[in-house]
């Protein structure tokens, strides 16, 4: 009987210690369960998916000219998993070999340079979150509305 006492002693001591936030199920005692040790419910802090609409935005550094185009493709990577590849079937010149491009899971993407090459072409390094790793794509080239080269692409 003392060593049972002892060990929901311990329990309670343990919980006590870590806010109740741990094993409070599986530990199946009286003790864990009691409310003293539990976080009231209103401490929780909102869900991520709270967030409003705004920001799957892309977002841009201060100052830099985006195209329409390049801003809508920028859009379109909104973590889904085909959402990637949807987007870049939509802007690649036929024959395009930027297969990374389409291959992740891209979303909240970022502008980070923007370098006009003339008239005609300007070239953008961006950044796309992929799961827990951020990608970066330098040189990605645009003429006529369309993705025409990527120069590189570098995983963090």
């Not at 990374?100 to 796309?128: H, I, M, N, P, R």
Request: hydrophobic letters at 40%; charged letters at 25%.
């Amino acid at each position: 009987m003392k060593i049972s006492s002892a060990c929901t002693l311990v329990i309670s001591l343990c919980l006590a210690a870590c806010g109740g936030e741990a094993g409070t199920a599986a530990s199946g005692s009286a003790s864990a369960k009691s409310s003293g040790s539990a976080k009231p419910a209103g401490s929780a802090k909102p869900a991520e998916s709270a967030k409003p609409a705004e920001s799957a935005k892309p977002a841009e550094a201060p100052g830099l000219e985006v195209q329409p185009e390049m801003a809508a493709y920028l859009k379109e990577l909104d973590g889904s998993a085909d959402g990637a590849s949807k987007a870049l079937k939509k802007v690649a010149k036929p024959g395009l070999d930027a297969k990374e491009l389409g291959d992740y899971t891209l979303g909240e993407a970022k502008v980070l340079k923007v370098d006009k090459k003339s008239d005609k072409v300007t070239c953008y390094d961006f950044e796309a979150k992929a799961g827990m790793m951020v990608d970066t794509f330098t040189g990605v080239c645009w003429e006529g509305g369309k993705i025409v080269s990527v120069a590189g692409h570098e995983r963090k």
